[in-house]
């Protein structure tokens, strides 16, 4: 199984940008998805996450201003993020709870990072 992130890059403040995730390999169901970000000498955090039902979970410093979504077909997750600051600049992971087979469970697969920077 690997997870792909990308959409990462240099932005102002007040500008937006979308990651993505895509999971692949031999996954016969996804639970979780997520998105943390680690910023320099910070503890790698929660940003936003999302259920198999579709339920969001925000942090609070990015409520409002970022919305999580995932296409289900695709075995992906996207974060929109809008009205960007720059303590948001971290490296973002995507985060993922699946099923290899209905008794496999990986409940923290990780992806690379992928490099957001707001510069004020």
């Known amino acids: 199984v690997q997870l792909q992130a990308s959409g990462g890059g240099l932005v102002q403040a007040g500008g937006s940008l979308r990651l993505s995730c895509v999971a692949s390999g031999n996954i016969f169901s996804i639970n979780s998805m997520g998105w943390y970000r680690q910023a320099p000498g910070n503890q790698r955090a929660l940003v936003a996450s999302?259920?198999?039902?579709?339920?969001?979970n925000y942090a609070d410093s990015v409520k409002g201003r970022f919305t999580i979504s995932r296409d289900y077909a695709l075995n992906t997750v996207y974060l929109q993020m809008n009205s960007l600051k720059p303590e948001d600049t971290g490296v973002y992971y995507c985060?993922?709870?699946?099923?290899?087979?209905?008794?496999?469970?990986?409940?923290?697969?990780w992806g690379q990072g992928t490099q957001v920077t707001v510069s004020s």
């Open positions: 985060n993922v709870d699946l099923y290899l087979t209905t008794l496999v469970r990986l409940p923290n697969v």
């Open positions: 999302i259920s198999s039902g579709d339920s969001a």
